[in-house]
């Protein structure tokens, strides 16, 4: 993620630009405060929002949305639900592309049975891991029939 000033007026811009064989999203927000944010994620990616917000497990980047929400998949350490669906160590990458490990690999993993619409308001996102080819087939396979929806519809 870069922070770049930007003297803006009160007003959202949101871009997608294709790259090599998957899809990468650019939010670009322009704020009050003077100050473009400009965040680039591709689909696959796992990312952790911001502490003390409701993002408290690993979010699976899919596609972006609007200026509100960002389609994604929610990972898991539970069972306890039958909709949890186990992942396999193969769909995680280990490392970054310099080689150095992602915070988050494969322990124990769920993903959990629901397309939802993540909130941007919890920013900043880090990335901490990403799936690897077979891990997004396996993503998209299982969502492919969902409509996106925020977690309090997939609870009712």
Do not use: C, Q
């Not at 993620?1 to 930007?6: A, G, L, Q, S, T």
């Not at 003390?52 to 990972?75: C, K, N, Q, S």
């Not at 996102?125 to 929806?149: A, D, H, Q």
Request: hydrophobic share 35%.
């Amino acid at each position: 993620m870069r922070n770049v000033n930007f003297p803006a007026k009160f007003i959202v811009k949101i871009s997608n630009e294709k790259r090599g064989n998957g899809v990468s999203h650019n939010f670009i927000v322009l704020k009050e405060t003077n100050v473009m944010e400009i965040i680039n994620w591709d689909k696959g990616d796992i990312l952790r929002g911001r502490e003390g917000t409701d993002a408290r497990h690993p979010i699976v980047f899919l596609e972006g949305r609007d200026d509100t929400y960002f389609i994604g998949a929610m990972i898991t350490s539970s069972s306890k639900y039958k909709d949890n669906i186990p992942m396999l160590k193969e769909h995680f990458e280990k490392y970054n592309r310099v080689g150095k490990r992602h915070d988050l690999y494969f322990k124990n993993s769920y993903l959990v049975e629901a397309k939802l619409l993540k909130r941007l308001e919890w920013k900043p996102f880090r990335k901490v891991g990403r799936l690897t080819n077979k891990g997004i087939t396996f993503v998209e396979s299982t969502m492919r029939e969902k409509y996106p929806m925020v977690w309090e519809e997939y609870l009712n």
